[in-house]
């Protein structure tokens, strides 16, 4: 998950949340909790109903929102003492008409959330994932569905099994066979506190049937030095892997989503990225750079030309308040225009 900078850890009632912050990006990692579930918040009333796992393999046309609820209170307080921490992060929307230039909506639409990446299912409902910084949920992750194309939203907690540690920067896309996977970022061990992680770090995958219950996939899809925040994308029959290192953001590939070979930088600064398809054979990225929110446009996936500002840094001021703005995710409302989310982080405000 991506912050400003510093890095934190903390330790609440077994969970760990550790956070690292690098130029123009970073990532926060919270560990996969043990603890029963407990009612949730008023706004989780779905908390009272039975939770039941999803039937496999089947495609998922859109999420049931009636099954949507937090497992645990938000925490009244910061729960870790940090104030570059995702207790601190909001999610915010934008619009466009072009698809290039996005205008604030100054919509709030989830607080203590960060790292959203958003995608549209087949029955047209909007649906993000985020980084739960309220602890929230044991997988440390947090979904929101709107029916409404983006107007109103619905809450509540990614559920995870098979996997020891939880989620950071989660990156949502629709598996073959109609299923929703999540790549995110897995860490070797918690990294040191002020550092960059190091040695290696992973990009695993989970998948699920409803949009809410996850089960890790087996194995890793990639393993390389210091990256985070994974971005991917099918270009024609190959899949993309875009990966942070700091500013810097390099690309891997695959044949089949699951097992990627790294390929080379795409530019040493403007990371954090998002890539989405534009129409006539064309993918905007959109990325963080400079304090704004930047894009770029490609045909091969490789080459990106034309950089623009597509979200100024006077977007972090959204509530009165100063902050920085990253982690965009964007999709198209057919055929009224684009709609963006995106982090605000406001160091302890």
């Known amino acids: 998950m991506r912050s400003r900078n510093g890095f934190l850890s903390g330790s609440i009632l ?55 609820a937090f ?33 604030p909506m100054n919509i709030q639409i989830a607080n203590h959330a960060s790292v959203p990446d958003m995608i549209t299912l087949p029955s047209g409902q909007l649906v993000f994932y985020a980084v739960d910084g309220a602890m929230r949920s044991r997988s440390g992750a947090l979904v929101g569905v709107s029916n409404d194309q983006g107007s109103t939203w619905k809450l509540g907690s990614l559920e995870l099994s098979g996997a020891s540690n939880g989620m950071a920067d989660p990156q949502v896309t629709l598996a073959a066979n109609g299923q929703i996977r999540i790549y995110y970022t897995a860490f ?31 194995g890793d899809r990639f393993t390389y030095s210091q990256i985070t925040d994974p971005d991917i994308v099918k270009i024609g029959n ?23 070979t790294y390929r080379g930088v795409i530019r040493d600064s403007g ?36 950089p623009v500002v597509s979200l100024p840094a006077s977007a972090g001021n959204a509530g009165g308040k100063s902050g920085f703005i990253c982690d ?15 982090k605000v982080a406001t160091n302890g405000m």
């Open 188 to 218: 070797s061990g918690p990294p040191t506190p002020g550092q960059p992680p190091a040695g290696n770090n992973k990009i695993d995958s989970a998948v699920s049937s409803d949009g809410i219950h996850f089960t890790k996939e087996a």
């Open 238 to 260: 190959t899949w993309f892997l875009y990966a942070s290192r700091g500013p810097q953001l390099i690309y891997a590939t695959s044949s089949d989503g699951l097992s990627f």
């Open 71 to 103: 497992e645990s209170p938000a925490a009244a307080g910061d729960p870790i003492g940090d104030t570059n921490g995702p207790f601190y992060h909001s999610v915010w929307t934008a619009f466009s008409a072009d698809g290039i230039h996005f205008t």
């Open 328 to 342: 965009p995710s964007v999709s198209r409302l057919t055929p009224e225009g684009w709609f963006m989310v995106y």
């Open 271 to 306: 990371s954090v990225s998002k890539t989405v398809p534009e129409g006539n054979g064309t993918y905007r990225q959109f990325y963080c750079n400079q304090g704004a929110i930047w894009s770029e446009s490609s045909t091969n996936g490789i080459s990106w030309t034309a």
């Open 14 to 68: 077994a969970a760990i949340l550790v956070g690292v912050i690098l130029v123009g990006g970073g990532i926060y990692f919270i560990a996969h909790r043990s603890s029963a579930p407990v009612t949730s918040q008023a706004n989780s009333s779905a908390s009272q109903t039975t939770q039941t796992t999803a039937p496999t393999n089947t495609a998922v046309e859109r999420i049931d929102t009636a099954q949507l």
